[in-house]
């Protein structure tokens, strides 16, 4: 069973980088079963997709966020990573990572709090 | 505005059965079998219920239920329990250029 764990800080300035690491243990972000993606939930509990990574290096972003968006994998630490730029109040959410598959998430971060500050 | 409409909220006796509806188009949920109910608890990570429309994953009760017709699909709870209190959430592939899209949420209430 996959176990994955958010962590970065948890107060951010408006304009400056957003940076998140996300840990899996329990299997290897190697495998070709699942593309590890990234999941913000805003202060109105609306859910948005970020994006993801799959083994292969391959990404995919939403296209809303598209322009600031970056997801990086290292697998040398089982680990994948989520940079936001230029960061206003609007990207104030609970970021959850999570393991995903096609139109499914099955295992989920507990998720972190991210505020951007003025 | 999310992708896909849930109603805000449903409520019912614990026994009774409950069922969330998730609408949205051809270019997702009527698109696909690709549809997936998540639960979640206050201050807790959304936990997946059901997936290809009507799929439980394993220690997942029998209580919950998935089905589709068209553009709408449905998460029903039987015997609802007070531990079903929580809200849910849809999410569907979609041919759209963002593969994911969620409902806004429902929050069930257990009377």
């Known amino acids: 069973q996959l176990h994955l764990q958010e962590s970065g800080p948890g107060l951010v300035k408006a304009s400056e980088t957003l940076s998140l690491t996300c840990t899996v243990s329990?299997?290897?972000?190697?495998?070709?079963?699942?593309?590890w993606g990234w999941i913000r939930q805003t202060p109105g509990k609306r859910l948005e997709w970020i994006g993801s990574?799959?083994?292969?290096?391959?990404?995919s972003y939403n296209p809303s966020l598209k322009s600031r968006v970056t997801i990086s994998a290292d697998t040398s630490k089982n680990q994948f990573s989520l940079t936001l730029t230029s960061v206003t109040a609007a990207d104030t959410a609970i970021y959850y990572c999570?393991?995903?598959?096609?139109?499914?998430?099955?295992?989920w971060g507990q998720g972190t709090l991210v505020t951007v500050s003025s | 505005q999310s992708a896909l409409t849930q109603p805000a909220s449903v409520s019912g006796s614990p026994g009774q059965s409950i069922t969330i509806s998730c609408t949205g188009t051809?270019?997702?949920?009527?698109?696909?079998?690709?549809l997936s109910w998540y639960q979640q608890h206050p201050g807790k990570a959304p936990k997946l219920m059901i997936y290809?429309?009507?799929t439980r994953p394993s220690g997942v009760s029998n209580r919950f239920s998935g089905s589709k017709s068209g553009n709408t699909a449905s998460l029903t709870i039987s015997g609802l329990q007070s531990e079903d209190e929580a809200d849910y959430y849809c999410?569907?592939?979609?041919?759209?250029?963002?593969?994911?899209?969620f409902g806004g949420g429902t929050k069930v209430t257990v009377l």
């Open positions: 999570a393991s995903q598959r096609i139109g499914y998430c099955d295992y």
């Open positions: 329990g299997g290897s972000i190697s495998s070709s079963r699942y593309h």
């Open positions: 990574i799959y083994y292969s290096g391959t990404t």
């Open positions: 051809s270019s997702d949920v009527g698109g696909y079998t690709y």
């Open positions: 290809d429309v009507g």
């Open positions: 999410s569907s592939f979609t041919s759209s250029s963002t593969p994911v899209v």
